[in-house]
């Protein structure tokens, strides 16, 4: 016998409707009580100079990197292609200067080791600044 045969069974339900009205209210309080930095009110006086500020360029080593692996430094020809000979020669070529920058104008078919051979004999002369020279493409 089944006793239950007219009754229907009530599944549980989440009514969303008080959520959304705490998350409203929620929402509501942080717009009101956030602030904002606002940078246009500040009045700052900077001061002046008189003297004008001239950029000076630092001196710039120029090493060519062919793709046969010769190496030049400012226009000398370099006959040791070793990071010693390198090294000399990038040392000789900075004497007197203070922190120049060396900039490696490798071929865009020049060995991987050729200019990591520069980077080595900058790094143990002491020379930092390294950049390379690019041009844009046609």
């Known amino acids: 016998m089944n006793f239950r045969k007219?009754?229907?069974?009530?599944y549980p339900e989440i009514n969303l409707i008080p959520f959304i009205d705490i998350l409203l209210v929620v929402v509501i309080f942080l717009a009101v009580t956030t602030t904002y930095a606002r940078f246009a009110e500040l009045k700052i006086n900077l001061p002046t100079s008189g003297a004008a500020q001239t950029p000076t360029q630092p001196k710039q080593i120029e090493v060519a990197v062919a793709e046969s692996g010769r190496y030049q430094i400012d226009d000398a020809a370099l006959g040791d292609p070793s990071v010693d000979g390198i090294a000399a020669a990038l040392k000789k070529a900075a004497a007197g200067q203070n922190d120049p920058v060396v900039v490696i104008n490798a071929d865009a078919r020049a060995a991987h080791q050729s200019v990591v051979n520069v980077m080595e004999a900058a790094r143990r002369v002491g020379l930092g600044?390294?950049?390379?020279?690019?041009q844009t493409a046609p």
């Open 6 to 10: 007219g009754r229907r069974e009530d």
């Open 129 to 134: 600044r390294i950049t390379f020279a690019t």
